[in-house]
């Protein structure tokens, strides 16, 4: 009997370990890929990218998609007519799926033609005729897969068959047709469809000629939820020319409209997909265009699995494309235009890995496993030093790995906004002015950005980012509310200022002449992270330096967003990221008619400033020019004066990336740059051994020290059998 | 013993009807259509209008619980909490924030939690009993204080320690283990082997000390000292007469737990990026989507009255005598 | 200084639950069947140790509960006092310079430099990039690479030497009023006590209380100097932030039992006793409660309390308040999930009780059933509810940092464990690992947690007669 307990101690001890250790060389193979690798051993050598995403996209559908985490997949997958230069700065718009990029034509109200420089005033429409590439091709998808009588296969599915099908690929046969104009046609009615909920609805029926008449006739055609052929519906503003020619009609004169064009919103569908998804049984399963696009790009979703992975493999009808001949001049130097002229995609597959942790996504970038990674603020100690002028440098210990960093100020700001609407902190008075004035001063966003974003961002001095038309550099850049200007360099007020503005605003040390209370401010917040705690006492301490008591009201963000639109907080932290480069995206965020409260706008803070809405009226249609600078400049002053936010910092994007990794240039417009990324899979793979020794002593030394463990435990029992059996 | 089951199950429809209308009331009070529609629509440039739409396609533009504007059984039934909640019932659980069907992610994401949770289960089952044994051998020896103590710390450490520990030591300093991640098939056993050793260990202080006082309790009783009496040697007696007793508490205790291993555990599952239900749950809770949320209450609850009938059933299959009750 | 007294909802249900612990021990006092168990409680050595440690821990607690509003000095033009909205406890009030002494960011245990280098500007006008000194941790150094190590030694020295002599004191006092009480005279009850013969195991109590000094005072003393566990992200100093959390855990541990007390000891009798439909309808209560999962209906009432008080704004003028009432809301729904077991038990336990020859005796004599509840049946149950108390104390501490990880946990501006752990999870990417904020918290916890479980294993010995005779 004896044996059999030691056999069972035994059980639960070594061989556990041992056989744990067993399993790993077993899964591992012997000497293929490191141990730890997540990623089996056949796809070593494979030239496939490794990225992750955090947060799975909610609609891959190119008329819904309006994320960037949603970009990251469909803008490799979708093509717009226009897309952005991947190397020239500034950002400049080059044609995609178009031959070219459209020049508007100007019509007056009885439709006839209009010189270029005719005032915004006469200008009633504008035409913009697109002209297509022939011999762009869909991927292949079951949606257009024809049997040999040339009927479609799969548009006449039934419930009972579509029981054998779990994900797209399970469709044994797939198709392909040529893009044509009638389906960036069908993908703008798309648009209109309410049942879509575009999110750029609202603003194309502003500008689209007939968009809002089609919505309406469609809602009055009825909804049975089922397929609505939209080619059955007019348009009137949008016209098709010829197979590969549509005209677009808009109201007035919007020059911003060719950015619009540049995003996937704007890309060919074909009808097929749209009838072939409208089956039903396919929705309960998740096949849905929301789920599973259809494009004529260089990559198509292979694996599309969000709880997991999302899987990028090269298209195999892609049209083709070029790297790009030209850049800045320094791309020369960087090795960007090595690869110029090869055709694109430069690698077979993407892999995103879903990856929630911020931990586990940093130390697999550390060990080779991810290409790219974005800098955390708390890994970021071990990746950047800042050199003597400020600049950003990696650590020795990134350099020994060869990784590298490439860093770009986004086109998004995040401010601290003050909610005009509210009696005590808005409003049109000389008092709230000075009160909002001497907040702006001693929230000191220079710490802000040192301590939660190590220095990775760039202090506001108004709304518009650097980089945008109309934004200012050096001197005349600074706010001259907040900073003063000392040996041409922005130095932050003293705090001396900041408490003499609120003497004036009527809160001597924070206390109100009035009623001698403290001024107590609210501060709406809807973050719920593990670092929101620091950033809300952060807060405190700030405005605490002015007497100020600031109550934390921390929520939902659903509640936050319900805040804001009734206007019932005070303070706020708020972002916007820029849809296309112009100052107009910013600077409406400000505009009047915008407002939250009244107009459910964009205008967060409710700031209605008359002349301010004057000027962004004019400078709104004009093309960019000195005049039009003048004008923002006007803009800017007011703003800064009137405070109605903080101006708080444009973030800078740092990223971090391998040696085996080429062609990395941040390009923070174009979110379709993975056809032009390089990857050297040989050199991956031998760096992900050499990084990753497993080390087995520990084990060892466990199943010793486990089996040492059982001799005592043996003695005693011995002793216990034979006292017990006297 | 069929007619008892029958009765059992009836039994259960109450307890779920009333778990569907307290969730049904805890979530459209926190989450009003008005706060779905805006959740799924996305942030940038939502217009009233557009808000107005969706309700009206999802049916969520009705009245909660009561139509006034409806004629006869229509008062009741044209109702959100009639055409969502009820549908509960039939196991369809709508579609999510993202437009995603639930019941079709539900059972892609129940396979890995199971092959957490099982496995778990299982060999925390053998190590647990394996030194719970062992400590009741030497009972009332300092080997058996120690143990205890052992155990009492081991139990008084964060399950969130052996987790951040777990993989800072396996992963990072010994490369013996992917830190996070999943895949499908046999490949996914590589990742599964971290979080299931921290899992066992994390189990090892309370659930060897719950077994050892199972197995004191029975070495007391008459019969082992009877059978001692007999001569036979310590061992013989451990095994063939307290173990096997004391597996009828023991089994019945893992037979609650069984259904609601579907569920998955929380938190390990979203430290090591598993795609299980538990980091669907957590996933749900922190984007407030609340359509999973209260799919994953219901099937929980379900599970849960599950769990207890299973219990039931085995007492009667153990213990005849309980049946007559 | 000290202004008006503020009671939060937490403190009036803490001095509550301490008024009935109280009358509750005068009660038992006068009952053997409840104080023979308690008596062996604090005769046994772990009972006891772990006790001084748990009534240390209880002490920070009822001090952080005490709170009040700091008034400002009169104001310059009006005359009148003011009063600020923030709020102060006693505690803050005692470790006033561990508040309010704020660095900038990390720094190390002990450090004089910040953890992270930074761009300072040299006198001549370069910027060179370096470790910044501290504004409080070892600023009293002139030079600390060369100081700073013997610092450390000589504070730590007159730290452990207070606490001895704090010790030998609080001995002393102890063996007079033993030999007081007693013959033998003074050498006699310390010989008694020193060689660990006395009927209460003295000698430990001392041991632990010595150790605890002896910590306290070496904490005080470095701490008044140093940051003694470094400081978080924003410059917090983690000793502080460790020993709010106190407070937090105690209440997360004991109210939500107390909260949940009358409604179960009531239902689980009521459904015991009376049997029948009343029976039915408990069941079905705590069943179907009991069948939603824990984390979710938490996660749902957390949500509901955010929009009620994101709609009635103006009720909670104070973060303090916000907190405060998230913690009692949290405390009552951990409550409503984690009645029912001892609901089920009182059940059982009533359903045995009702059959007992005297209760029958009593229903024949035609004793009400209030009466009869009160009388015969609360009293033998309550043994039941005390070892349920002590055991869901350090399982709902734990409970709590998992809580905070998924968000739906204590206020995130509150201090807590559990928030400090969640913030830690990011901390653990940095390399070099800030490692501090983590330790801290779990050593804090651990040790409440272990003495909890220690102390309820005692506890549970002590009244349990069926595993008594194990041991």
């Known amino acids: ?726 | ?325 | 200084m000290m202004g008006g007294l503020v009671i939060l909802w937490t403190d009036a249900l803490v001095f509550l639950l301490l008024f009935f612990s109280v009358a509750f021990a005068v009660y038992a006092a006068r009952r053997e069947h409840l104080r023979g168990p308690w008596r062996q409680v604090v005769r046994s050595r772990v009972g006891v140790s772990t006790l001084v440690i748990l009534s240390f821990y209880v002490v920070i607690g009822l001090l952080d509960s005490i709170h009040f509003e700091p008034q400002f000095s009169p104001d310059q033009q009006t005359g009148a006092q003011v009063q600020s909205s923030e709020v102060y406890s006693l505690f803050d009030r005692l470790v006033q310079p561990l508040r309010v002494r704020q660095e900038k960011t990390y720094s190390a245990p002990l450090a004089t430099h910040l953890y992270a280098k930074e761009n300072i500007e040299q006198p001549d006008g370069t910027v060179i990039r370096d470790f910044p000194r501290l504004q409080y941790g070892g600023a009293h150094l002139a030079d600390p690479e060369r100081d700073w190590a013997q610092d450390i030694m000589r504070l730590s020295l007159i730290g452990l030497i207070k606490g001895l002599v704090v010790t030998l004191v609080m001995a002393n006092i102890l063996f007079a009023l033993l030999a007081a009480r007693r013959s033998g005279g003074f050498a006699g009850a310390a010989k008694e006590v020193l060689s660990g013969k006395s009927d209460i195991p003295w000698r430990s109590v001392l041991i632990t209380l010595g150790l605890l000094l002896m910590v306290l005072f070496w904490a005080v003393e470095l701490s008044g100097r140093y940051h003694l566990l470094g400081t978080d992200k924003v410059g917090e100093d983690v000793f502080y932030q460790a020993l709010k959390s106190i407070r937090t855990g105690l209440l997360i541990g004991t109210l939500t039992t107390l909260v949940m007390l009358p409604a179960a000891i009531l239902l689980g009798i009521m459904a015991g006793y009376f049997r029948g439909w009343v029976d039915d309808l408990i069941q079905y209560t705590y069943t179907t409660l009991n069948s939603i999962p824990g984390v979710l209906l938490i996660a749902a009432a957390i949500l509901m309390l955010q929009i009620y008080m994101s709609n009635h704004a103006d009720e909670f003028n104070s973060l303090v308040e916000r907190a405060d009432l998230r913690l009692l809301f949290l405390c009552i729904i951990l409550g409503v999930t984690s009645w029912t077991g001892l609901c089920r038990l009182l059940r059982g336990e009533a359903m045995k009780l009702r059959e007992v020859d005297y209760v029958q005796a009593a229903v024949a004599f035609g004793v009400g059933h209030f009466q009869i509840i009160l009388r015969h049946i609360l009293p033998n149950v309550l043994h039941i509810v005390m070892i349920t108390v002590v055991l869901d104390f350090s399982g709902l501490v734990l409970a709590e940092a998992v809580l905070s990880y998924v968000n739906i946990g204590v206020d995130p501006t509150m201090n807590s464990w559990g928030n400090m752990i969640n913030s830690a999870r990011l901390e653990m990417a940095r390399e070099p690992v800030v490692w501090w904020s983590l330790m801290a918290a779990m050593i804090f916890m651990f040790t409440l947690v272990l003495s909890a479980n220690l102390f309820s294993d005692v506890v549970r010995d002590a009244f349990d007669p069926r595993l008594r005779s194990s041991r």
Request: glycine share 8%; charged share 20%; with cysteine.
């Open chain 2, 1 to 325: 013993m069929i007619a008892y089951i029958v009765r059992r199950i009836l039994y259960a429809i109450p307890i779920l009807i009333g778990v569907n209308i307290l969730t049904f009331v805890l979530f459209f009070v926190v989450n009003s259509p008005d706060d779905m529609a805006r959740m799924n629509l996305g942030m940038k440039r939502v217009t009233p209008e557009a808000i107005e739409n969706w309700k009206a396609e999802r049916g969520y533009d009705k009245p909660l619980l009561f139509n006034s504007a409806s004629q006869g059984v229509g008062q009741v039934t044209d109702t959100i909490f009639f055409q969502k909640s009820l549908k509960l019932f039939q196991f369809d659980f709508g579609t999510s924030d993202s437009d995603r069907d639930i019941g079709y992610d539900i059972s892609q994401r129940m396979w890995p939690s199971l092959a957490i949770a099982v496995p778990v289960l299982l060999i925390g089952l053998l190590v647990n009993i394996t030194y719970a044994l062992l400590i009741a051998f030497f009972r009332a020896t300092y080997i058996d204080i120690w143990s205890v103590v052992l155990c009492v710390v081991m139990m008084s450490i964060s399950g969130l320690f052996y987790i951040i520990g777990g993989q800072y030591l396996v992963s990072k300093l010994l490369h013996l283990m992917p830190i996070s991640g999943y895949d499908t098939g046999f490949a996914a056993v590589k990742f599964l082997i971290l979080p299931v050793l921290i899992g066992v260990v994390g189990g090892i202080g309370s659930g060897t000390r719950w077994y050892r006082t199972l197995f004191l309790e029975e070495i007391n009783r008459d019969y082992v000292r009877t059978a001692r009496a007999k001569g036979l040697s310590e061992g013989i007696v451990l095994f063939r007469h307290v173990l096997k007793n004391a597996m009828i508490p023991i089994l019945t205790g893992v037979v609650v737990v069984l259904p609601l291993l579907f569920m998955g555990s929380l938190i390990t599952e979203s430290f090591f990026g598993i795609p299980g239900l538990g980091s669907y749950t957590i996933d749900a809770i922190n984007r407030q989507d609340f359509a999973i949320v209260r799919a994953m209450v219901f099937l929980g609850s379900v599970l849960y009255i599950i769990g207890l009938l299973l219990t039931d059933i085995s007492y009667t299959l153990v213990d005849p005598r309980v049946r007559l009750s």
């Open chain 1, 1 to 726: 009997m004896a044996r059999r307990i030691h056999g069972c101690t035994v059980g639960s001890g070594w061989p556990a370990a041992g056989l744990i250790a067993m399993l790993l060389i077993l899964l591992n193979g012997c000497g293929e890929r490191a141990w730890n690798a997540p990623y089996p051993a056949s796809e070593a050598k494979s030239n496939t990218l490794y990225s992750s995403f955090s947060e799975r996209p909610k609609h891959l559908d190119p008329a819904r998609s309006y994320a960037a985490n949603e970009y990251a997949f469909i803008a490799q997958i979708y093509e717009p007519p226009l897309q952005y230069h991947f190397l020239k700065r500034p950002y400049q718009l080059v044609p995609l799926a178009a031959e070219k990029v459209p020049e508007p034509l100007f019509l007056d109200q009885a439709g006839n033609p209009l010189p270029d420089d005719a005032p915004v005033a006469d200008v009633a429409f504008s035409d913009y005729e697109i002209h297509i590439k022939p011999g762009m091709r869909y991927q292949p998808h079951p949606a257009l897969a024809k049997d040999d009588a040339g009927v479609y296969r799969y548009h006449q599915l039934t419930e009972e068959a579509v029981e054998r099908f779990n994900t797209l690929a399970d469709f044994p046969h797939t198709g392909t047709r040529e893009a044509t104009a009638e389906d960036f046609i069908y993908q703008i009615k798309r648009l209109a469809n309410p049942r879509l909920h575009s999110p750029i609805a609202s603003i194309m029926a502003e500008y689209i000629v007939g968009f809002s008449e089609f919505a309406s006739e469609l809602t009055a055609a009825g909804d049975n939820g089922g397929f609505i052929d939209l080619r059955q519906y007019r348009m009137a503003g949008v016209t098709q020319l010829d197979r590969y020619r549509f005209k677009v009609r808009l109201r007035g004169k919007y020059p911003q409209f060719v950015y619009w064009l540049a995003m996937t919103f704007f890309a060919p569908m074909p009808w097929e997909a749209d009838l072939f998804y409208s089956q039903p049984g396919l929705d309960k399963r998740n096949i849905s265009l929301n789920w599973y696009p259809i494009g004529t790009g260089p990559f198509m979703l292979a694996e599309n699995n969000p709880n997991l992975r999302m899987v990028l493999a090269r298209n195999p009808h892609f049209h083709g494309e070029a790297y790009p001949l030209q850049g800045e001049p320094e791309d020369g130097e960087n090795g960007m235009l090595d690869d110029a002229g090869k055709a694109l995609p430069l690698i077979d597959k993407a892999v995103y890995s879903l990856e929630q942790e911020v931990i586990p996504r940093w130390n697999k970038f550390l060990q080779g496993y991810y290409d790219t990674s974005g800098v955390s603020s708390d890994s970021f100690d071990q990746a950047v030093k800042f050199g003597s002028g400020g600049e950003a440098n990696l650590t020795d210990e990134m350099l020994e790995r060869n990784i590298k960093l490439a860093t770009a100020v986004e086109t998004s700001i995040f401010y601290l906004g003050f909610n005009m609407a509210d009696p005590v902190i808005g409003g049109d008075s000389e008092e709230n002015r000075y009160l909002r004035q001497a907040i702006s001063i001693a929230v000191n966003f220079e710490e802000y950005i040192s301590i939660f974003l190590n220095g990775r961002g760039v202090v506001a001095h108004g709304p518009l980012p650097l980089g945008i038309f109309g934004s200012r550099e050096g001197p005349e850049g600074i706010n001259p509310v907040v900073f003063d200007i000392e040996k041409g360099k922005p130095r932050r007020k003293s705090l001396q200022e900041a408490r003499a503005l609120m003497a004036k605003a009527g809160y001597p040390n924070g206390k109100s002449i009035r009623t001698g209370r403290p001024l107590v401010l609210n501060y709406e917040s809807a973050s719920a992270g593990p670092d929101s705690k620091a950033q809300l006492n952060w807060m405190r301490k700030q405005l605490k330096q002015l007497g100020i008591q600031l109550v934390i009201r921390a929520t939902d963000y659903n509640r936050f967003q319900e805040k804001l639109r009734k206007g019932t907080g005070q303070l706020f932290m708020f972002g916007w990221n820029a849809d296309y480069p112009d100052p107009e995206n910013f600077l409406f965020l400000l505009y009047g008619p915008n407002g939250k409260v009244e107009h459910a706008g964009e205008n967060a803070v409710n700031y209605d400033n008359p002349e301010f809405n004057a000027l962004f009226d004019q400078m709104k249609n004009m093309e960019n020019s000195p005049e039009r600078q003048e004008i923002i400049d006007r803009m800017v002053d007011i703003l800064r004066h009137d405070a109605p936010w903080i101006w708080g910092f444009y973030p800078k994007a740092f990223s971090l990336y391998h040696d085996w990794y080429g062609n990395v240039k941040p390009n923070l417009m174009a979110n379709n740059t993975l056809k032009y990324k390089r990857i050297d899979p040989a050199t991956r793979n031998a760096r992900q051994q050499a990084w990753n020794p497993p080390v087995v002593w520990p084990l060892v030394l466990l199943v010793l020290v486990l089996m040492a463990s059982t001799v005592p435990a043996m003695l005693v029992y011995r002793r216990h059998e034979r006292s017990a059996a006297r």
